[in-house]
């Protein structure tokens, strides 16, 4: 079946971002997180892709290099070291019917983690956010998260149990633009 190209850009330009979810794993030698992002789809633009091997290859190719441009825009340090996230898997499936598709980008970066105090920040550019969205950070046992900034970004946060950190953000909200994280890390084995 040949898809025509003017439903393709219609179906496309429906799809509609309706919320995200990140999660950030820190370990002594990376930090590998999952950014999980639920979008309504009323025209089935992805299921519709997903029939046709080459145009699905070339979506899933297109969401690569755009996360990966916006990595790159991304200062991100830890420790003061600059480091570099890079897209490593995209997953691209439904949830309970073929309108409401999820894609998944894991994403990974080596990074400078040590005994004891540890600094990680991430400049970027401010935005207003288009989607609810819950973020969690998980750090190894017996770590301990010493302070949180987000700037004068209007984002909400909790410490759970001293090395989880969970960080809200609503539609709409407008974003600072940086981030900073410290934390301590017991000896590692």
Known sequence: MKLSRRFLDEASKSVEPIHAQGFFYVSRDYISY????????????YNTIASDE?????EVSKLWA???QFLDSEVVKVN??????????IDI??????KNPYIVFLIRFKAPIKTGKNIYE?????????????????FPPGSKILRVDFGV????W????????????????????????????????
């Open 34 to 45: 999952y950014l999980v992002f639920d979008y309504y789809d009323p025209l089935e633009y």
């Open 54 to 58: 080459q145009i699905f290859d070339a």
């Open 66 to 68: 755009n996360m990966q």
């Open 80 to 89: 003061d070291v600059k480091v570099s996230p890079k897209v490593v898997m």
């Open 93 to 98: 499936g439904f949830r309970k019917n073929k």
């Open 122 to 138: 991430n400049v970027y550019e401010s935005e207003v956010v288009e989607y609810d969205y819950v973020a969690y950070w998980v």
């Open 153 to 156: 970004g209007e984002e909400e």
């Open 158 to 189: 909790d410490v759970v149990k001293s090395n989880v950190l969970a960080i809200y953000g609503r539609r709409g909200m407008k974003t600072s633009g940086y981030e900073l994280i410290e934390f301590e890390i017991v000896e590692l084995p």
